[in-house]
């Protein structure tokens, strides 16, 4: 089993930053793809950004190109996810997620196997 805590939500103001962490714990050596989610109030969870763990490897969905940067540190088992120029738009719960095994970047909830307990992000215009 994997556990991910997330952390590093809050409130800020369109244009600002905030980064997100997620720290991995348990059988973290069965980790391929590291991804971050997003659901805001009536609407479906949805890709944000992915990283393959043992190449670094990274997918943005269209609408955070540019603005967001995922990353990870594998001695800390923890991933980040930058966000910058924030909009409204942004506002939602932000959740990390694992998946076993793979070969390439999975963008769709289902693909992965673990998840964490979310984090509100709210960005006020």
């Known amino acids: 089993q994997v556990q991910l805590v997330e952390s590093g939500g809050g409130l800020v103001q369109a244009g600002g930053s905030l980064r997100l962490s997620c720290a991995a714990s348990g059988r973290t050596f069965s980790i391929y793809t590291m991804g971050w989610f997003r659901q805001a109030p009536g609407k479906e969870r949805e890709f944000v950004a992915a990283?393959?763990?043992?190449?670094?490897?990274?997918y943005y969905a269209t609408s955070v190109k540019g603005r967001f940067t995922i990353s990870a540190d594998n001695a800390k088992n923890t991933v980040y996810l930058q966000m910058n120029s924030l909009k409204p738009e942004d506002t939602a719960v932000y959740y990390c997620a694992a998946r076993n095994g793979g070969s390439r970047v999975y963008s769709h909830p289902t693909s992965y196997d673990y998840w964490g307990q979310g984090t509100q992000v709210t960005v006020s215009s």
């Open positions: 990283i393959v763990k043992s190449d670094g490897n990274t």
